[in-house]
């Protein structure tokens, strides 16, 4: 086939473009709508306006309070807000996590243990699937918060979130039983699962949950921070007071009016773009598990986001195999775009047992809201010859 006039972009676990109709939601606030919501004047209380209806729209996507959204800067913000801030709250306190989340998660053990909040990684399984029981078990009577990723930036894999979440709900009420006054919260990333599954926060039995604009065709720069009512948590920026003093700092208007756009976009079209991509993902996943032997699909092949696929592909390097699909008009990448220029293979993997060579083999392809089915035929017999080309050259 012909190379494309225009790249095909399949990292969109790592970004999302920006719909167009949410770029024109936006502009008023990037021009005209300039003032700072805080202002009491005409202007400024546009701008509060624009806030609350963001943060109304969202608060009906989880099917929550509009007091218990939090608008931050990223993901990663509130990743760090979520767990930080809930065991600052509460001094001493343990916490658990699992081997596969998100750095802005992982890399939160050595300052946070080195200030009294020691934490349980509990393992993996092959497949990519906590295992709620190994979660629930890693709970003792310090334990204060859990956090476990809803679906996993890398592999895809969706985790067993209510399942962990009912485990909790006996874990608490022992604890009652037992006259031990000590909350025991649970948190999710939701960063990558935002445009594809149903957040409702009582579905999943969660205390605190994180998403962002950039991974469903928001903008970058924005992300929410739920809170259910109840939560003790400390902030970790002090200023204004803004965000009913859990995030401090002048809100950006346009990101916030620009995710609130995405997020009612994203829930209206979610049924029927996740069955469209789970159908595309299959055909691409068959096309190329035939066409080179050896190759292995990372994690659950059905428990997994309806875009996604990772595959570690033998005898090639992953990131030579990345420059050479661009060079044929494909766009893809190894894993987390979060930890580009770390040399070390991927933990993700590794944690579902991969070799080390394994990992650094990989492949992610993550389809998204743009991917058509001439895109995937075009993928599926590039990357073959692309494969063999990187192979002659040693």
């Known amino acids: 086939m012909t190379k494309p006039i225009h790249p095909i972009y399949l990292d969109n676990a790592a970004a999302t473009p920006l719909d167009q109709a949410v770029l024109e939601v936006m502009q008023p606030y990037l021009t005209t ?19 609350e209806d963001a943060r109304q729209t969202i608060a009906n996507s989880l099917a929550a309070k509009p007091t ?19 065991l600052k709250a509460h001094p001493g306190s343990h916490w658990v996590t ?35 029981a190994v979660v629930a ?55 990558q699962a935002a445009a594809y599954i149903n957040l409702h926060v009582n579905r999943l039995g969660v205390h605190l949950l994180t998403f962002n604009g950039s991974k469903l065709y928001g903008p970058k720069g924005a992300g929410v921070l739920y809170v259910r009512t109840g939560t003790m948590l400390d902030p970790l920026m ?16 346009a990101t916030i009016v620009g995710l609130g756009s995405a997020v009612k976009l994203a829930v209206a079209h979610r049924s029927t773009e996740a069955k469209r991509l789970e159908q595309l993902r299959d055909q691409l996943a068959q096309q190329i598990l035939k066409a080179l032997p050896g190759t292995r699909l990372n994690g659950h092949a059905r428990r997994r986001l309806p875009g996604n696929l990772n595959f570690s592909i ?18 893809v990448s190894t894993g987390s775009a979060c930890s580009i220029g770390n040399q070390l293979p991927s933990h993700v993997l590794t944690a579902i047992g991969c070799t080390a060579d394994d990992a650094r083999s990989s492949l992610r ?20 010859a692309v494969v063999k080309a990187v192979r002659n050259l040693g």
């Open 68 to 86: 218990e959204i939090v608008f931050t800067s990223c993901a990663t913000e509130s990743n760090n807000l979520a767990i930080q801030g809930t």
């Open 33 to 51: 709508e300039y003032a700072n919501p805080s202002a009491l004047y005409q202007l400024g209380r546009n701008a509060r306006s624009a806030i």
């Open 238 to 253: 002090f200023g204004g007071g803004q965000e009913r003093g859990r995030r401090s700092g002048t809100e950006n208007v």
């Open 365 to 384: 392809l993550t389809l998204g809201r743009h991917t058509l089915a001439s895109d995937i035929a075009y993928v599926a017999q590039t990357l073959p």
């Open 314 to 331: 033998p005898e090639i390097d992953g990131e030579t195999l990345v420059l050479h699909l661009d060079q044929a008009g494909i766009q």
């Open 137 to 191: 078990a890693a709970v003792t009577d310090t334990t204060v918060l859990v956090s476990v990723m809803l679906a996993n930036n890398e592999i895809g894999t969706i985790q067993p979130l209510a399942e962990i979440a009912k485990q909790l709900v006996a874990i608490r009420a022992d604890r009652t039983a037992r006259g031990l006054d000590r909350p025991l919260y649970l948190h999710t990333d939701a960063a």
């Open 98 to 132: 699992t081997a596969i989340e998100h750095d802005s998660v992982l890399a939160l053990e050595q300052p946070l243990t080195a200030s009294g909040h020691p934490v349980t990684i509990v393992p993996i399984g092959a497949d990519g699937i906590v295992d709620a």
